[in-house]
């Protein structure tokens, strides 16, 4: 009896992945030959980590690291190696790259798995616009690497080689919802939860009642708004919210915008990157309350790394991103499911496969 999907590990089914995998290969030693060619490092981020992450919706996977007393000390598996790769920077490194093993509980779609590859690099003393550059460089390199001249998700194509549009996300919310995004947000970044559920409902969007600004604001987001990007090119979502950037600083000019943008190509996110928040209270003060907002919803909280903070405080101005490197190689090879370009897919729990 076969209660689940059949093993990867079967012959014909690995047959019928085989060119995507291969593909893989090619795109990873493609884009480290880029990174390397610009005077990047290679660092590999330690997986145990005393934080997974502090942001309200990420969930980390838990262990126990024993000591030679025989004590047990709670550590996670990093969803990032961002903390790490920042304390790095803190040291003086000024060009770093990742490809990191990460994960992320409570994530399994065609577009997630609990554990996959994520690769982030940084660039020290130097803006987010030039992250825009790298990303825009790379998607031509992966799709020349894997022989694509189209990135294919679900029928929906975009031009690897053309240059991405880019979208405020003031400007999306009013063009594909017809919402003025700024208007329900002060000038000191807070939020105004009943003008944009007003918008929202206006707008034909269903809410609950104890949705909160940010989850009506994802609300819109993946039922409006994400299904326009990066269709026929990637486009750039840039200037979001500032308490929908967790790890970003301020926008000069502008309190109610981060430095954020995030890359989508076919509809699908693959990356998120900062102009990196380098103010340790600050920094402190949103984890702390994001970790409140978890506690709320589902009564856990991650503790903070205090030796992030302090290596905050010593960091230079940088900017960083995470690329799902996974869902770039889908795109690249037209695979409709992660699992289909992921070497040794992680086994459901119940369900037989053999």
Same mark, same amino acid.
């Given at each position: 009896m076969n209660d689940g999907p059949p093993p990867f $590990?079967?012959?014909?089914?690995?047959?019928?992945?085989? #060119?995507?995998?291969? /593909?893989?290969?090619?795109?990873?030693?493609?884009?480290?030959?880029w990174f390397e060619a610009r005077d990047f490092v290679e660092v590999e981020a330690a997986i145990l980590q005393l934080s997974p992450g502090n942001e309200t919706h990420l969930h980390g996977f838990a262990t126990v690291l024993i000591d030679d007393a025989g004590a047990g000390h709670p550590y996670y598996l990093h969803t990032s190696p961002e903390f790490a790769a920042k304390k790095l920077l803190a040291a003086g490194e000024p060009r770093i790259f990742d490809f990191a093993r990460v994960f992320r509980n409570r994530e399994r779609t065609?577009? #997630?798995?609990? =554990?996959? &590859?994520?690769? =982030? $690099?940084?660039?020290? !003393?130097?803006?987010?616009?030039?992250?825009?550059a790298?990303?825009?460089?790379?998607?031509?390199?992966?799709?020349r690497a894997a022989g694509a001249t189209l990135l294919q998700w679900r029928g929906v194509e975009a031009d690897p080689f053309a240059e991405p549009e880019r979208l405020t996300l #003031?400007?999306?919310?009013?063009? #594909? /919802?017809?919402?003025?995004?700024?208007? &329900?947000?002060?000038?000191? !970044?807070? &939020? %105004?939860?009943?003008a944009l559920a007003r918008a929202a409902i206006a707008a034909g969007i269903r809410l609950v009642e104890d949705d909160s600004w940010s989850?009506?604001?994802?609300?819109?987001?993946s039922e409006r708004i994400e299904p326009h990007l990066g269709q026929g090119r990637a486009t750039i979502l840039c200037e979001y919210p500032i308490s929908e950037a967790a790890l970003a600083r301020p926008?000069?000019? %502008? !309190?109610?915008?981060? =430095?954020?943008?995030?890359?989508y190509a076919c509809g699908v996110e693959l990356a998120n990157a900062f102009g990196e928040l380098t103010d340790p209270a600050e920094q402190r003060r949103r984890f702390e309350a994001d970790m409140d907002e978890k506690a709320r919803i589902y009564g856990e909280r991650y503790p903070v790394d205090e030796d992030f903070l302090a290596a905050l405080a010593q960091m230079p101005q940088a900017s960083g991103i995470a690329l799902g490197f996974d869902r770039l190689v889908m795109l690249c090879t037209g695979a409709p499911r992660i699992e289909d370009v992921l070497w040794t897919p992680v086994a459901e729990p119940g369900r037989r496969q053999a």
């Open positions: $590990w079967r012959p014909d089914i690995h047959a019928d992945r085989r #060119h995507a995998l291969l /593909a893989r290969g090619r795109i990873k030693s493609a884009l480290r030959r065609a577009l #997630h798995h609990p =554990e996959f &590859t994520m690769l =982030e $690099w940084y660039r020290a !003393g130097e803006d987010y616009e030039s992250l825009m790298d990303s825009a460089a790379l998607l031509a390199e992966a799709a #003031h400007d999306a919310f009013a063009r #594909h /919802a017809g919402i003025d995004l700024l208007a &329900t947000i002060g000038q000191d !970044g807070a &939020t %105004d939860r009943a989850d009506i604001f994802s609300r819109v987001l926008k000069p000019g %502008d !309190g109610r915008i981060a =430095e954020r943008f995030e890359l």
